[in-house]
Protein backbone atom coordinates (compact mmCIF):
# COMPACT_ATOMS: atom_id res chain seq x y z
CA UNK A 1 0.00 0.00 0.00
CA UNK A 2 1.20 3.45 -0.97
CA UNK A 3 -0.19 6.73 0.55
CA UNK A 4 0.41 10.24 -1.13
CA UNK A 5 -0.49 13.47 0.67
CA UNK A 6 -0.65 17.15 -0.07
CA UNK A 7 -2.55 20.24 0.60
CA UNK A 8 -0.29 21.38 3.25
CA UNK A 9 1.37 24.38 3.83
CA UNK A 10 2.02 27.97 5.76
CA UNK A 11 -1.43 29.11 7.27
CA UNK A 12 -2.13 32.21 9.44
CA UNK A 13 -3.93 31.27 12.74
CA UNK A 14 -7.81 31.13 11.82
CA UNK A 15 -7.32 29.94 8.54
CA UNK A 16 -8.02 26.63 6.33
CA UNK A 17 -6.58 23.95 4.71
CA UNK A 18 -7.59 21.00 2.93
CA UNK A 19 -5.39 17.74 2.70
CA UNK A 20 -5.38 15.13 0.21
CA UNK A 21 -4.33 11.50 0.66
CA UNK A 22 -4.43 9.04 -2.21
CA UNK A 23 -3.79 5.34 -1.69
CA UNK A 24 -2.70 3.04 -3.98
CA UNK A 25 -1.87 -0.52 -3.82
CA UNK A 26 -5.27 -2.23 -3.50
CA UNK A 27 -9.19 -0.70 -3.37
CA UNK A 28 -9.24 1.52 -1.53
CA UNK A 29 -12.78 0.62 -0.17
CA UNK A 30 -11.82 -1.94 1.65
CA UNK A 31 -9.64 -0.06 4.78
CA UNK A 32 -10.77 2.19 7.18
CA UNK A 33 -8.29 5.04 6.77
CA UNK A 34 -6.63 7.01 9.68
CA UNK A 35 -5.13 10.83 9.53
CA UNK A 36 -1.75 11.10 11.71
CA UNK A 37 -0.18 14.17 12.81
CA UNK A 38 3.91 14.52 14.16
CA UNK A 39 5.27 17.70 15.34
CA UNK A 40 8.78 17.70 16.62
CA UNK A 41 9.98 16.14 19.31
CA UNK A 42 6.23 14.62 19.65
CA UNK A 43 4.90 11.46 19.48
CA UNK A 44 2.72 10.37 16.01
CA UNK A 45 -0.93 10.94 16.82
CA UNK A 46 -4.23 10.28 15.45
CA UNK A 47 -6.32 12.67 14.47
CA UNK A 48 -9.87 11.12 12.46
CA UNK A 49 -10.30 8.07 10.84
CA UNK A 50 -12.90 6.91 8.41
CA UNK A 51 -14.49 3.76 8.25
CA UNK A 52 -15.13 1.97 5.16
CA UNK A 53 -19.09 2.84 5.77
CA UNK A 54 -18.05 6.33 6.53
CA UNK A 55 -18.06 6.15 10.37
CA UNK A 56 -15.78 9.04 11.92
CA UNK A 57 -13.87 8.94 14.69
CA UNK A 58 -12.08 12.44 15.65
CA UNK A 59 -9.63 13.25 18.12
CA UNK A 60 -11.27 16.07 20.78
CA UNK A 61 -8.31 18.93 20.43
CA UNK A 62 -9.91 18.93 16.42
CA UNK A 63 -13.76 18.60 16.77
CA UNK A 64 -15.56 20.84 15.55
CA UNK A 65 -12.91 22.40 13.28
CA UNK A 66 -11.56 19.31 11.13
CA UNK A 67 -13.81 16.93 8.88
CA UNK A 68 -12.63 13.47 7.10
CA UNK A 69 -14.43 12.13 4.24
CA UNK A 70 -13.66 10.04 1.69
CA UNK A 71 -14.13 9.18 -2.16
CA UNK A 72 -13.58 5.55 -3.23
CA UNK A 73 -14.38 5.84 -6.68
CA UNK A 74 -10.48 8.46 -6.70
CA UNK A 75 -9.20 6.64 -3.78
CA UNK A 76 -8.34 9.40 -1.73
CA UNK A 77 -9.43 10.79 1.66
CA UNK A 78 -9.36 14.68 2.59
CA UNK A 79 -9.18 16.06 5.73
CA UNK A 80 -10.82 19.61 5.63
CA UNK A 81 -9.01 21.71 8.88
CA UNK A 82 -11.00 25.47 9.26
CA UNK A 83 -9.96 27.80 12.30
CA UNK A 84 -6.84 26.66 12.28
CA UNK A 85 -4.65 26.97 15.79
CA UNK A 86 -1.08 27.27 16.15
CA UNK A 87 -0.85 23.60 17.92
CA UNK A 88 -1.90 21.89 14.88
CA UNK A 89 1.37 22.73 12.93
CA UNK A 90 2.90 19.34 12.33
CA UNK A 91 3.49 16.78 9.33
CA UNK A 92 0.26 14.75 8.53
CA UNK A 93 0.22 11.64 7.16
CA UNK A 94 -2.01 8.79 6.48
CA UNK A 95 -2.58 5.46 6.59
CA UNK A 96 -4.23 2.20 7.70
CA UNK A 97 -4.16 1.26 10.99
CA UNK A 98 -1.32 -1.07 11.78
CA UNK A 99 0.19 0.03 8.62
CA UNK A 100 3.96 0.10 8.24
CA UNK A 101 4.44 1.96 4.87
CA UNK A 102 4.43 5.79 5.40
CA UNK A 103 4.36 8.44 2.83
CA UNK A 104 6.39 11.27 2.89
CA UNK A 105 3.46 13.40 4.74
CA UNK A 106 2.66 17.07 4.22
CA UNK A 107 3.53 19.98 6.35
CA UNK A 108 1.01 21.77 8.09
CA UNK A 109 2.41 25.34 9.55
CA UNK A 110 0.44 27.60 11.43
CA UNK A 111 1.66 30.99 11.90
CA UNK A 112 0.03 33.05 15.53
Known amino acids: LQFVESGGGLVQSGGSLRLSCVFS????????ITWFRQAPGNEREGVSC???????AIRNAVKGRFTISRDDAKNTVYLQMNNLKSEDTARYHC???????WGQGTQVTVSS
Open 95 to 101: NIAGGDS
Open 25 to 32: GNTMAHYA
Open 50 to 56: ISIDGTV
